[in-house]
């Protein structure tokens, strides 16, 4: 299993940061190194968006152009987890916020929320004004 923490209720301006940690047993026996990790988020009604990748071979990282600047994502190997540091958040980042993670997701396809086998929880941000 996924499980995704750390969201809250916060004002504009402020910070959060987004823990997924997956269980030993999430991935059939898959090292958790060599998966490709994303978070996505979705407003009730909307359709899952994507947020920021990272992948697994040379750790690169992809954001959405509406957090790129204000959102970090990184991992930890050793502790299984995945994380998103949200900075300056708005009211737009207002959404239920999605871990996801794939073993042969290709570069051209990480945006898309339908190429991911494994998935977290969610946990709700909102931003007030």
């Known amino acids: 299993q996924l499980q995704a923490s750390g969201g809250g209720l916060v004002q504009a301006g402020a910070s959060l940061r987004l823990s997924c940690a997956a269980s030993?047993?999430?991935?059939?026996?898959?090292?958790?190194?060599?998966?490709?990790l994303a978070w996505f988020r979705q407003v009730q009604g909307q359709e899952r968006e994507f947020v920021a990748v990272?992948?697994?071979?040379?750790?690169?990282?992809i954001y959405a152009d509406a957090v790129k600047g204000r959102f970090t994502i990184s991992r930890d190997n050793a502790k299984n987890t995945v994380f998103l540091q949200m900075d300056n958040l708005k009211p737009e980042d207002t959404a239920r916020y999605y871990c996801?993670?794939?073993?042969?997701?290709?570069?051209?396809?990480?945006?898309?929320?339908?190429?991911?086998?494994?998935w977290g929880q969610g946990t709700q941000v909102t931003v007030s004004s």
């Open positions: 990272l992948r697994s071979r040379g750790g690169s990282t």
């Open positions: 030993g047993r999430s991935f059939s026996g898959r090292s958790f190194s060599s998966a490709t």
């Open positions: 996801a993670a794939d073993f042969s997701i290709i570069l051209s396809s990480v945006r898309r929320p339908d190429q991911y086998g494994y």
